[in-house]
């Protein structure tokens, strides 16, 4: 019923906002109707936590409305019995969030923001998103822009470096990947090759070649985290440490709160049932109100954590589960005066 509720009017929101770029960019139907299940999906998997909370706060409201819950624990069922199915529905809900959030969330992701990216930046903006990447010790990478849907970048160019010495410079007007045989094509190819007698130049209208690189690295790094499922990122982050990257901080962000978000589903919906369990005198509204302040600010910690870490040295595992462990705080005290 929540989802049912709040996720069409977030794609008609979405839709007026952004129908003039669809428009001028003559976006086709079919791309913009895969879009939106995506954006359904991307969406879920950022707010779940928040649905499920204000769904347990509206069920259990009608129950303390009509007195039920009066009902129940006036014939002998104790608090933690009445819990009981709560955690069961949350556990099994939490359970498949996280699969959500390991492996069919990143797919989304992937299609989303290249959807974005492609289609509703304008070509400047994309211009200045530009992919520079040291993939080795002697080879570093660029490109102006990247479609992760068609595999295709512009303004490629590879340097290969040893010492403080360039040794040759690949460069193509374009390059896009071909998974079949995981070959690359170039068009527009040139190589300078750099020797003592003088450079040696090489040129040629398309070349199918192989790279050392792998697709991911020719990624925007502004979203690349989300594009990969939770075992890719984790070697993904690996992989980036090794090479000295300045953005691991924001991509163990993004890990952490795979495992993070469940569990602060799990926190939310203990405190919505200790909130909402009393009958009182505003009824739902009043309930509701509470449980939506709690909510947003437990969403506003998260937000000013995450980006604590992203653009400083505060630790990302503790920005990402200092929030859960404040409310988990914040939970058993509500479900202690519950009790009472």
């Not at 498949?96 to 797919?107: C, E, H, K, Q």
């Not at 690996?238 to 962000?253: L, M």
Request: charged share 20%.
């Amino acid at each position: 019923m929540m989802l049912a509720l709040f996720i069409p009017i977030m794609i008609i929101v979405n839709l007026a906002e952004k129908i003039d770029k669809m428009l001028a960019n003559e976006v086709p139907f079919l791309e913009i109707l895969s879009y939106y299940g995506d954006f359904t999906i991307y969406f879920l998997n950022i707010l779940f936590p928040f649905f499920l909370f204000l769904s347990v706060i509206w069920f259990t409201s009608k129950l303390a409305n009509n007195t039920e819950v009066i009902a129940f624990l006036s014939s002998g069922v104790s608090f933690t019995r009445f819990l009981r199915p709560y955690l069961i529905g949350a556990t099994i809900v939490c359970a498949a969030a996280f699969v959500l959030g390991t492996y069919i969330g990143p797919s989304a992701s992937r299609d989303f923001k290249a959807f974005e990216y492609e289609y509703l930046k304008k070509k400047k903006d994309r211009e200045t998103q530009n992919v520079y990447r040291l993939i080795n010790d002697n080879d570093l990478i660029y490109v102006s822009s990247f479609s992760t849907k068609s595999k295709t970048g512009r303004n490629f160019t590879l340097e290969h470096i040893e010492g403080n010495e360039l040794k040759y410079k690949l460069s193509a007007s374009r390059i896009r990947f071909n998974p079949k045989d995981t070959t690359y094509t170039l068009n527009g190819y040139k190589k300078k090759v750099i020797t003592p007698n003088g450079d040696i130049l090489f040129s040629q209208r398309k070349l199918d070649t192989t790279f050392t690189f792998d697709i991911d690295d020719l990624t925007p790094v502004e979203y690349i985290a989300e594009t990969l499922t939770t075992p890719e990122l984790r070697r993904f982050i690996e992989k980036e440490k090794a090479r000295g990257s300045s953005n691991i901080s924001g991509y163990e962000v993004t890990l952490y709160k795979r495992f993070g978000l469940p569990v602060a589903a799990y926190i939310l919906t203990i405190i919505a049932v200790a909130v909402s369990s009393m009958k009182r005198r505003g009824g739902m509204g009043i309930n509701l109100l509470v449980g939506i302040v709690i909510a947003c600010s437990f969403l506003f910690f998260d937000r000013i954590f995450s980006t604590m870490a992203n653009q400083s040295d505060f630790s990302p595992l503790v920005a990402v589960w200092l929030p859960n462990v404040v409310f988990a705080i914040l939970a058993a005290y509500l479900l202690y005066n519950a009790k009472r």
